[in-house]
């Protein structure tokens, strides 16, 4: 049995967009990839640490914050490691973000020695106290109702 022209071509139209498809799936997945790290790792990381983009956790070092409209420049302290973090978004750093804050950034790591972020999220720096427990509600129940008749 002969295959016309007509279903070849469309037969490698359909091939061509679904491997277009596929690359395209592969490609976006592998650039929305970031690994997470602590300062420590980072440092360990060699080479690999210019290529990938990362998210590195710590608390913002007290007075290391200098702002500049949406930018911010700040260290990152964790277990006696320090980072120096250059972060340039487009929105300004969150209302939480903070001196003693736990703070999230997620970009990459320059040759200079400074993570630059794209990303940054920051947890509140205060304490967060206990519940206190609720009052004993068994005490403040009316007596019950005499019944009728009795």
Do not use: W
């Not at 279903?7 to 997470?36: E, H, N, P, R």
């Not at 990381?45 to 990362?54: D, E, F, P, S, V």
């Not at 320059?110 to 972020?117: L, N, P, S, T």
Request: glycine share 8%; proline share 7%; charged share 15%.
């Amino acid at each position: 049995m002969k295959i016309r022209p007509q279903a070849f071509q469309i037969g490698a139209a359909v091939a061509i967009v679904l491997g277009t498809i596929i690359y395209l799936s592969v490609t976006a997945a592998q650039a929305d990839k970031s690994y997470y790290v602590t300062i420590s790792e980072l440092r360990a990381m060699g080479n690999k640490a210019y290529t990938r983009h990362l998210r590195v956790a710590g608390d913002v070092a007290p007075h290391s914050i200098e702002r500049s409209g949406t930018n911010a420049h700040f260290v990152l302290s964790e277990q006696g490691h320090t980072l120096q973090v250059s972060y340039q978004g487009i929105e300004p750093p969150p209302d939480t973000f903070k001196d003693g804050s736990q703070a999230l950034a997620v970009g990459t790591y320059g040759r200079d020695g400074v993570f630059h972020a794209t990303e940054l999220q920051a947890k509140c720096a205060s304490k967060y106290a206990a519940a206190k427990p609720a009052p004993n509600t068994a005490s403040l129940k009316a007596p019950p109702a005499p019944v009728a008749g009795k």
